[in-house]
């Protein structure tokens, strides 16, 4: 057997969802003790002068923000607000579409991560919906399931949706790699993969609010914090690149205002344990190999210039929009790239802010549909949808924040 | 390769003939079957059942799809017993009786029914609850995922007792019998696609000596054992049900240190996994050590780690929806303050 290309533990943490990878890590820390969380807080809150607003791009932080109650804690003068870091939210209705479209086929099995099977399409049905309707979707939670999926049901044709960033791209790889050695001619792959920097420098090419940046820890084991750089030396925005414990986001925050203050722009490591400077080049080749940049349409934010991972040439087999008729991925319009042409969800109409939001120019309480017309079982827009959207972060845990309503539950 | 010669469930062992009654005779009744069940062994068609004098009847009935079906601390049969037991527990009733039904699949192995059946009848004697009537059924292959049960129970509550949301006051005290999730957690883990294994095992188990131990104490307001949906979502029906909000302090919380280490991983929170053998009960202020105190003082260590984890408050009433609703708050160890919400989707399917 010839030795694979890259080793599942070779992957980042984050790759594998609750993969061996994490295992060896240092994650299983004891629990933190709240004198240090509650000085550094302290320490924090002293340090603040004047306003800033400082963006997540990662939903993963949005989510440990809520979860941790930061924003309750935190001087009201330091707006954290949520980027364009949830996968399942910047997915384009019409690649929505593809896969339900591709799904509804007998001879069709589409494996995907567990929070698209519930992202409505453009007719309001979900996979969900159409997997009660008789369609073959299995939830997996590795790449690498999709491929035993394949061999385990040499009859039906193995669709993975690929979605992520930075982080889960090189899982995506590796699968390529094993369905090949195992001769796997029933796998395919939508790739929807979407890179993180482009879709930053979108956001600051525009006019933007945005003073530094909370950059993503799992994204960065894999691009390296050197990948940042760019926002310190072309926009002079601060940055700090942060892990997802409450004692990791303290001390990124900490720097992070210090260097606001001091109107400094570095790009800082503080996720030493995980974050090389580099990255991790055999992730990045891995990726290279297989994939290359194409121009991506993300839900609020529109077409931006190889913000995507297309299958290479070499890789057409594997690739869904190649293999069935029709499954095609979006050619981007003429002259439209970078524009910011926003695609708009339907059913919302013209209320729904999530592109705002995704901009960091509006939070979820800004929104008149937030939490009324738009909740989480019945989402109006993509940041509702995942469980690491910025609405369904603010409605799960701070939408007693709102203000100026029944009970005047404004502060707690 | 030569087939396997293991006995196997046939779509005659659950037409009422022959088959049938060489199951019940040779895998039912030699483990159901008891000197202190008068009921059962004659096998007629319904239980007859005199209940005792000046008590009030409590029923109840669950289905179990557990998957898989056995799992580090128990199987589906265990939980079959100890689901419905403990439903009947929490209202305050003493079980007495249970009805048992099976749905099997064509195929199934036999000896793994003898396992599942013979943990029923541990699980019964466990509780102090007779198994009094039950079904059989055999549904072709594929038609099932091996075994599913249903049991119904029947339970005796005391004439003076009455407990319910509407007895909840401000100011009452929030009780945890142990830390939450083990159950939930350990099936998780036990399905094998997560890439990893631990020694996590379910909590599985009968409540019942946790609300016979508080009998006698005064101000019990409220119970409810935490299974699908956890701590989180019954915290949630008290405040629905009571109109009060409900505050829990996370530094409060008892924690089974593996599972918490397993959620983190996981990105999941134990506070939303199922309990099988936990109860979340409210008391007036004035209680609460004296139920902590029983908790902990019940043998076998079932109330080892019970704490208060917090408080009933008049509500303040969230202000977003058709009507502003009262809710559950955490204050998180460092002292924040946010919502711990009801669930949406994600639920993990087949948990019980």
């Not at chain 2, 064509?106 to 541990?122: C, F, I, K, N």
């Not at chain 2, 929170?269 to 139920?291: H, S, T």
Request: charged share 20%.
């Amino acid at each position: 057997m010839n030795p694979p290309a890259l080793q599942a533990t070779d992957l980042p943490e984050g790759a594998r969802s609750g993969g061996a990878a994490r295992a060896g890590q240092d994650i299983l820390r004891p629990g933190v003790d709240p004198q240090l969380t509650s000085a550094l807080l302290a320490r924090i809150n002293a340090s603040v002068s004047r306003p800033h607003c400082i963006m997540e791009v990662c939903g993963t932080h949005t989510m440990a923000i809520g979860q941790f109650a930061l924003r309750s804690l935190l001087d009201p003068r330091l707006r954290l607000i949520s980027g364009p870091g949830c996968p399942v939210c910047v997915t384009d209705q019409a690649d929505l579409d593809r896969a339900l479209q591709l799904a509804r086929q007998p001879e069709v099995l589409l494996a995907t991560y567990g929070d698209m099977v519930r992202v409505p399409g453009s007719g309001g049905t979900t996979l969900e919906k159409e997997r009660a309707a008789g369609a073959h979707v299995t939830v997996i939670y590795s790449p690498l399931d999709a491929v035993d999926l394949a061999a385990a049901h040499p009859t039906l044709e193995v669709v993975f949706l690929a979605v992520g960033f930075e982080t889960t791209a090189p899982a995506t790889a590796l699968a390529l790699d094993r369905a090949k050695e195992r001769r796997i001619r029933n796998f395919s792959l939508i790739s929807l993969h979407k890179l993180t920097v482009p879709a930053v420098k979108a956001l600051l090419r525009e006019e933007t609010t945005v003073e530094g940046f909370l950059c993503p820890g799992h994204v960065s084991t894999v691009i390296g914090r050197a990948a940042w750089d760019f926002l310190a030396r072309d926009f002079h925005r601060p940055a700090v690149v942060a892990g997802f414990e409450l004692i990791d986001i303290l001390p990124a925050l900490q720097q992070l205002v210090a260097m606001l203050e001091q109107g400094e722009a570095r790009v800082v490591n503080a996720y030493t344990r995980a974050v090389r400077e580099e990255g991790n080049p055999r992730a990045q080749q891995a990726v290279a190999e297989h994939f290359e940049p194409v121009p991506a349409v993300w839900r609020g934010l529109g077409w931006i210039p190889d913000s995507g991972l297309g299958l290479r040439a070499e890789w057409k087999d594997f690739d869904a929009g190649y293999r069935f008729p029709g499954a095609a991925g979006q050619e981007p319009p003429d002259g439209g790239l970078g524009q910011g042409q926003v695609v708009s969800l339907g059913g919302a109409g013209g209320r729904c802010r999530c592109g705002d939001i995704l901009r960091g120019k509006a939070t979820p309480l800004d929104c008149s549909l937030f939490g009324t017309y738009c909740t989480p079982q019945d989402p109006a827009g993509p940041c509702m949808v995942s469980s690491e959207g910025a609405c369904a972060a603010y409605y799960r845990y701070e939408r007693h924040r709102l203000p100026g309503q029944a009970g005047g539950a404004r502060k707690l | 390769m030569t087939r396997e010669e293991e006995p196997r469930i046939l779509l005659g062992h659950g037409d009422g003939g022959r088959l049938t009654h060489d199951l019940i005779r040779s895998v039912f009744l030699p483990h159901f079957d008891n000197p202190a069940n008068p009921v059962l062994r004659p096998l007629p068609d319904a239980a007859v059942l005199a209940p005792p004098a000046g008590w009030r009847l409590a029923f109840t009935t669950d289905s179990f799809v557990v998957s898989p079906a056995f799992f580090p601390g128990g199987n589906i049969g265990t939980l079959a017993v100890t689901g419905t037991v403990n439903d009947l527990a929490v209202s305050g009733a003493r079980p007495a009786y249970l009805s048992v039904a099976f749905i099997l699949e064509e195929g199934y192995p036999l000896r793994q029914l003898e396992a599942v059946v013979e943990s029923m009848a541990l699980a019964a004697r466990d509780a102090g609850v007779q198994i009094v009537t039950g079904d059989t059924k055999v549904v072709e292959h594929g038609a099932a995922d091996g075994i599913y049960i249903n049991t119904a129970g029947i339970g005796w509550v005391p004439e003076d007792l009455h407990w319910g949301l509407d007895a909840v006051r401000p100011g009452d005290v929030v009780l945890l019998s142990g830390s939450p999730g083990a159950h939930g957690m350990a099936v998780l883990l036990s399905r094998g696609d997560l890439g990893f294994q631990s020694p996590i095992r379910s909590d599985c188990a009968s409540v019942f000596p946790l609300v016979q131990a508080l009998q006698g104490v005064p101000g019990i307001r409220f119970m409810r054992d935490p299974t699908r949906g956890g701590v989180a979502t019954v915290l949630n029906e008290v405040a629905q049900g009571s109109g009060l909000d409900v505050w829990v302090e996370e530094a409060a919380l008892p924690e089974d240190p593996a599972v918490s280490a397993a959620a983190r991983l996981l990105g999941v929170d134990p506070l939303y996994l199922a309990c099988e053998g936990r109860v979340v009960a409210i008391c007036a202020p004035d209680a609460a050590a004296a139920v902590l105190d029983a908790w902990r003082a019940v043998p076998g260590g079932l109330g080892r780690d019970a704490a208060a984890i917090g408080h009933v408050s008049a509500s303040r009433r969230l202000p977003l929806g058709p009507r502003p609703e009262p809710a559950v708050y955490l204050r998180t160890a460092l002292g924040g303050t946010r919502l711990l919400d009801v669930k949406s989707g994600g639920e993990l399917p087949r948990i019980c």
